[in-house]
């Protein structure tokens, strides 16, 4: 499913305010779909490049 119906919701909750007349919250919803992108994008390539070098994963050795 991704990330793109967070994007469909912003789209629809600007066009609404527009629409209507809120334009501090088309501003938001607009300022949100900026951010969100951003944070989406961090995500992907995060999660395409693995953990981070010297990471480990599972508990700590206890040798």
Do not use: C
Not at 4 to 33: H, P, T
Request: net charge negative.
């Amino acid at each position: 499913m991704g990330y793109e119906w967070i994007f469909e919701v912003l789209k629809d909750l600007r066009s609404f305010a527009q629409v209507n007349g809120m334009s501090a919250l088309a501003a938001k919803a607009d300022e949100a779909l900026k951010i969100a992108a951003v944070e989406v994008s961090v995500l992907s390539d995060a999660a395409q490049s693995g953990p981070p070098s010297g990471s480990r994963s599972g508990p700590p050795s206890t040798h």
